[in-house]
């Protein structure tokens, strides 16, 4: 079983920056899959990105070359650097380690884009 918590959240402006945290109760070094979602008002919850323990990452077209998933073993943490962020990636975004056939989530953190 894998706890997971988010941080990071807040309100910025649209071309600001933000740093998401999501801090696991036990080691990540094996955790194949660690990734990011986010869910927007009134819509479903998406992929942002994701990062295997090899060191594959997959992104979201709407934030390539704009978010960046990272993972620090060392700290069990997971982190999702944001930049030139747009109103558009106003959701509450949320952690998700896969342990099959399980899957773990954490209770998401607010990030509200707006000027």
């Known amino acids: 079983q894998v706890q997971l918590v988010e941080s990071g959240g807040g309100l910025v402006q649209p071309g600001g920056s933000l740093r998401l945290s999501c801090a696991a109760s036990r080691s990540i070094s094996s955790i194949y899959v660690m990734s990011w979602y986010r869910q927007a008002p009134g819509k479903q919850r998406e992929l942002v990105a994701t990062?295997?323990?090899?060191?594959?990452?997959n992104y979201a077209d709407s934030v390539k070359g704009r978010f960046t998933i990272s993972r620090d073993n060392a700290k069990n943490t997971v982190y999702l650097q944001m930049n030139s962020l747009k109103p558009a990636d106003t959701a509450v975004y949320y952690c998700k380690a896969v342990v099959p056939p399980y899957e773990y989530w954490g209770q998401g953190t607010q990030v509200t884009v707006s000027s």
């Open positions: 990062k295997t323990s090899g060191g594959l990452t």
